[in-house]
């Protein structure tokens, strides 16, 4: 290279070209650059879709997240009531949250600048700070980009056809591998915890099963829940409603994880062994329990713990009550509920079978005998369907089928059963009646969205194939010459609004009468119960309001020293919340005894 | 008059330095005796940090490693990530990624050639390449939602699809750059002054310049023809058609005659990569990333960066938290014991043009 | 496309177990080989692979802390440019005083690899010359990289948090306490990480 090198001067001063050129840059700040679609600016997160669930603050490893109250925004089921902060001081916008929000209202937007002298101004609360930026979102997540796991793993059944042909178990339930996946979808928010009557400890039972620890997981079940296995199989699981990841897409399966959990215990000895509970010493107190259903069961597991001397009567062979005798076995094996109650009696909790009060036993001797008495009795009587022809022989309430079939009978339904109601008790009914032989259709007066019954059980039904018949109003029941069934005349309905805002109410089609040849009609409409085992004396002691005893918040009645739960006294009328009732009245009996 | 030694301490704040980290230099009159690295500004403690996060909150803070090419961090996490967990990577995604990493080359090297030419006085260069950077940094802005810090390749591919519109996009602005390249010449490589700074300058010893552990573009100068992705090929470099960059000279000169070829190369990669990019999924979904476990093993693994072969050391012990990430940049070794040799004898006004030459890069040396 | 035949991995892998008899060595995959063998033989090994086998390239040096089996695992890798081979020779150290042979005479970048190791692991390389303080200044605590080192306890030390966040709340206690519900002690360890 020459010293004078007349490219290597020459050329550089080809840049003085240049000085024509529009310029690259823009006139900030008079104009602003449009940031891009996707940009991860300042945080934008709509309030009403927010359930709190808190992720968002879990997965921020800066700590720039924090769930605060707000002042209009209460709390509810489903939705732990907070909102999050955003410290954008700490924030580094990776968008994780916005990636791992299960309903899909946390987003950044394309805000991309803030200035302020003051430091406490960057504490932003999303959606309150910036109402404005709900119009300009833009990195968002959606159901495919989303880090939450919206997709159930799927729950092997037996086949549809394999299934009427006996009463085995339909669900056959998940494997190890599978329950680990499932259980490990699970973003621990615990909002389901607040929806379940008895409080169970969801996600942490949950997370020993996503981490192998199956035993820690049945011991916290046995927190307070001594029919842990039983729930796991036939549970109403009103906790998935409101799991977080069922805002876009499936719940956790927290019901079938339960089964898996409690399947690992084969045996009472095995369950012993792993629950290994603490049982204080004796102390002196007799409680007699009336029922050896879910309520009774749970409030004598804990009571026997607790050092009490616990005896129930009941009335059957077999303790369970509803459970043992109205769910059908394909749902609930004898044995599993049975290896169930065995461990209770391990622990010294006394039943005596075959015991019916009112009956065998007086209320007053238990009342007389016992420092307290839980009354957990059920709803066993079963309502009338209230139609014309009911007398007629082959009208069979739904619970009697169930008690029958269930304590080892096999009644002869004919060819043809209708199934009348909604509920999960008809679907019982119907599914039982298709493993009796027969052909099965469940008349129901709303749509079938409608249905009271797990939404399962209904798939169940159908997979069984069940007809099911809905918007159907039978009116009345046809009998031949010996009463007995031969038929069903019914109407069509249309859905019509409801004026006073209620939901849509079946109205009649007018000429719609048909007549459906069938061999027995199963009624499923409710049950209420049966107080004939109390006295007079004891009827105007306990209050008794449209069928319930009223009890306190701690499931005691007028008479401080009967306490009841169950069927007979909460609304919900499912085992859960027969559990949760068991569980609390144990606290209360121990506060009134032990005082 | 005998002149008598002094010492100068160049940086941590100086505009020739780049980023924040000191030389101290031994001189007598501009001539340097001997020069130490003194690194220590720039500390965060990402590797400790990462042994509390799980591995998704850790996939975040990794782009900070390196401000100029924040990708090969990413894909190297991720990459080792699945050859601990045997993770299969869509093969769309792994297109996106050769993609990112030469468009991060790319912007790495305009970045580059800011500071070359900037040490050298030339500061028309820096403004222009640096404002022709921002047409890249627009292309990940839209990409990944982040201009500088991507966040975008994580294990299991990468997060978003391209959006509409995007490979129009990226073709015209390597159309673009191929064109202003001509005048970077111009103004750049064809300029006496340049060439009189940079000829002789920094000089490394091919016959010792594997076993110092010189890489990248300082390597290739040295002649030998090293690179990561033809000798150990990732993600899908084995199926593109490019060229190393050589020289004739193992200096300064050599070396930006390196990166000026390699950024040719690269868009000419880019341009393949978007004709060849097959369709399909570009993410293979992580669990849930509170509860992901990694099940033990370890992994090396190495991409080849703008400044040479980055490493990644990463151990799991079957928690949902990485046992260690041990990150290595070429500065690591280019700017602690080759500089300090390479300062030896130098005169002080090519401190920063000879750590620039070499890819300096403070954070990478103490994460 | 990766290399179907092993061959060349393999045969380094036998080199290196005829010549050290305590060494065990495995081919991983194509162009990955790994070695493991007692701590005192490390320095001849590398000379070895660099000398003989080509290994003329450090790719890496790392240390891993195994706190839970009291030791420090030491890993170099090594990178072989002609056959495109790379060599992961690794061994035990013992965590207590621990020591390892100073190798920045076979590669000297060698050098800032074990000043760090030093610092951060608190691990001797006897003959080592090299300045004291790399990435810390004036620092007395455990070397920091060790795993017992618990960052957060040091941050909360050292520095204090800015005021105005004191009214965050757990989601978990909000709903617990709203119900009453108790979680016993021995499930909280699976409650939500916080």
């Known amino acids: 290279m020459a010293f004078f090198d007349i490219k290597g001067l020459v050329n550089p001063l080809s840049t003085l070209k240049q000085f024509g050129n529009k310029p690259h840059t823009v006139e900030y700040p008079k104009k602003h650059k449009e940031t891009a679609d996707r940009y991860r600016g300042l945080h934008f997160n709509d309030l009403e879709a927010c359930i709190g669930c808190g992720n968002c603050s879990t997965i921020c490893m800066n700590e720039a997240i924090d769930m605060i109250h707000l002042d209009n925004i209460e709390g509810s089921e489903g939705d732990s009531g907070l909102r999050p902060r955003v410290d954008n001081g700490r924030c580094c916008w990776c968008a994780l949250c916005v990636e791992v929000c299960p309903t899909g209202s946390l987003n950044m937007t394309k805000q991309d600048i803030f200035i302020s002298s003051d430091a406490d101004a960057f504490l932003w609360t999303p959606g309150v700070s910036n109402p404005e930026g709900k119009d300009i979102l833009s990195f968002t997540s959606d159901e495919k980009t989303s880090l939450s796991l919206f997709d159930r793993v799927p729950m092997p059944e037996m086949e549809g056809e394999e299934r009427v042909k006996s009463f085995a178990e339909t669900m056959l339930y998940y494997t190890e591998e599978a329950a680990r996946e499932e259980a490990s979808r699970c973003i621990s928010c615990s909002l389901c915890t607040e929806v379940c009557p008895d409080h169970m400890h969801i996600p942490e039972y949950i997370n020993a099963i996503a981490r192998g620890e199956d035993e820690d997981s049945i011991r916290i079940i046995y927190d307070n829940n001594p029919l842990g296995e039983m729930c796991g199989k036939v549970c109403t699981r009103r906790c998935e409603d409101v799991c977080a990841l069922q805002v876009r897409g499936d719940a956790v399966a927290i019901r079938w994880l339960k089964e898996y959990a409690m399947s690992r215990a084969e045996t009472a000895d095995i369950l012993k062994e792993i629950v290994n509970p603490d049982i204080q010493p004796a102390n002196g107190k007799k409680i007699g329990i009336v029922g050896g259903g879910p309520a009774g069961l749970t409030a004598g597991y804990y009571l026997a713990l607790k050092g009490f001397d616990v005896t129930i009567f009941e009335a059957n062979e077999y303790a369970g009550g509803m459970v043992m005798y109205g769910i059908p076995k394909y749902r609930l094996p004898m044995d599993s509920l049975n290896k169930q109650i065995d461990y209770m009696k391990s622990i010294g909790v006394k039943i005596q079978f075959n015991t019916k009060v009112g009956k065998d036993i007086s209320f007053d001797d238990i009342y007389k005998n016992h420092d307290a008495v839980f009354v957990g009795v059920g709803f066993q009587k079963p309502y009338n369907i209230g139609i014309d022809g009911e007398e007629a022989n082959g009208v069979i309430p739904a619970v009697s089928l169930l008690f029958d079939v269930n304590s080892g009978k096999t009644p002869d339904l004919g060819h043809k059963v209708v199934v009348i109601g909604g509920g999960n008790v008809a679907i019982d009914g119907a599914r039982v009646s298709r493993r009796l032989g027969s052909e099965v259709v469940i008349m129901y007066r709303r749509r079938v969205e409608d249905m009271p019954a797990d939404w399962e059980e209904i798939e169940g039904a159908e997979v069984e194939a069940v007809d099911i018949m809905p918007q159907t109003i039978p009116i009345e029941i046809i009998s031949d010459e010996n009463n007995k069934v031969t038929g069903i005349k019914y109407l069509k309905a249309e859905m019509k609004a409801d004026a006073g805002g209620g939901r849509p109410r079946p109205v009649p089609i007018e000429g719609s009468e048909a007549i459906m040849e069938v061999s027995t009609v199963i009624g499923a409409i409710g049950q209420e119960a049966d107080y004939s085992f109390l006295s007079d004396e004891y009827m105007n002691k306990i209050e008794i309001n449209r069928g319930r005893m009223v009890v306190n918040d701690q499931q005691q009645t007028k008479d401080p020293k009967i306490f009841a739960g169950g069927d007979a006294v909460n609304r919900t009328a499912d085992a859960i919340s027969a559990i949760a009732d068991g569980y609390r009245a144990v606290k209360a009996i121990e506060k009134w005894l032990m005082k | ?367 | 496309m990766t290399d179907i035949s092993l061959e060349k991995e393999q045969k380094i892998a036998d080199e290196l177990e005829r010549t050290f008899p305590n060494l065990t060595a495995r081919v991983r995959r194509a162009r990955r080989v790994m070695a493991s063998l007692e701590k005192e033989l490390i320095p001849s090994v590398l000379v070895h692979a660099k000398d003989n086998l080509g290994f003329h390239h450090l790719s890496h040096m790392s240390v891993v802390d195994w706190i839970e089996d009291e030791h420090f695992e030491m890993v170099y890798t090594l990178w072989n440019h002609e056959k495109r081979v790379q060599l992961t020779i690794k061994t035990m150290i013992s965590r207590d005083n621990a020591t390892m042979a100073n190798i920045d005479t076979i590669w000297r970048q060698a050098n800032t690899y074990q000043r760090e190791m030093r610092e951060m692991f608190g691990i001797e390389f006897p003959g080592f010359v090299g300045e004291k303080d790399f990435l810390l200044e004036d620092w007395d605590e455990m070397p920091p990289m060790r795993r017992d080192f618990d960052t957060m306890e040091y941050a909360n030390k050292t520095y204090f948090s800015r005021p105005g966040r004191e009214d965050a709340q757990d989601v978990r206690d909000t709903i617990s306490k709203r119900n009453g519900e108790e979680v016993p002690d021995f499930a909280k360890k699976y409650s939500r990480e916080k």
């Open chain 2, 1 to 367: 008059m005998r002149e008598k030694a002094t010492t100068l301490y160049l940086g941590p704040q100086h505009p020739g330095i780049t980023g924040n980290m000191m030389v101290k230099l031994k001189v007598e009159g501009d001539t340097i005796q001997s020069a130490s690295t003194h690194v220590g500004y720039l500390h965060r403690g990402f590797e400790k940090l990462m042994e509390r996060r799980n591995w998704l909150q850790s996939f975040t803070i990794l782009c900070r490693i390196c401000v100029p090419e924040p990708d090969p961090n990413e894909e190297n996490f991720a990459r080792a990530v699945e050859s601990i967990e045997g993770r299969e990577v869509p093969e769309r995604a792994k297109w996106i990624r050769a993609m990112v990493l030469e468009l991060a080359r790319i912007g790495t090297y305009l970045l580059w050639f800011a500071g070359q030419s900037g040490s050298a006085g030339l500061y028309t260069m820096g403004q222009w390449s640096i404002g022709d950077r921002d047409y890249i940094l627009d292309l990940f802005e839209e990409l990944t939602g982040g201009r500088i810090y991507h966040m975008y390749i994580w294990p299991g591919g990468v997060r978003r699809d391209l959006p509409k519109g995007f490979k129009d996009k990226v073709l015209q602005t390597m159309d673009y750059l191929e064109k202003r390249l001509v005048q970077y010449d111009k103004l750049m490589f064809d300029n006496t002054i340049f060439q009189k700074r940079a000829k002789g300058i920094g000089w490394i010893d091919p016959a010792k310049a594997i076993e110092w552990g010189v890489v990248g573009a300082p390597l290739r100068a040295a002649g030998i023809a090293s690179d990561v992705r033809k000798d150990d090929p990732y993600e899908i470099y084995d199926k593109l058609d490019f060229e190393l960059g050589h020289a004739t000279t193992s200096d300064v000169w050599g070396r930006s005659q390196v990166r000026r070829f390699e950024i040719e190369q690269s868009i000419n990669m880019v341009r393949q990569i978007m004709d060849k990019m097959p369709e399909g999924e570009y993410y293979n979904r992580i669990p849930n990333p509170m509860k992901w476990e990694v099940p033990p093993g370890e992994a090396y693994v190495k991409t080849e960066s703008a400044r040479g072969e980055f490493g990644f050391y990463v151990v799991s012990d079957g928690s949902n938290k990485p046992r260690r990430v041990h990150v290595k940049g070429p500065a690591y070794v280019h700017a602690v014991t080759l500089l300090e040799d390479l300062l030896k004898g130098a005169n002080i006004s090519d401190v920063s043009f000879i750590m620039n030459s070499l890819g300096t890069c403070p954070p990478e040396i103490e994460r």
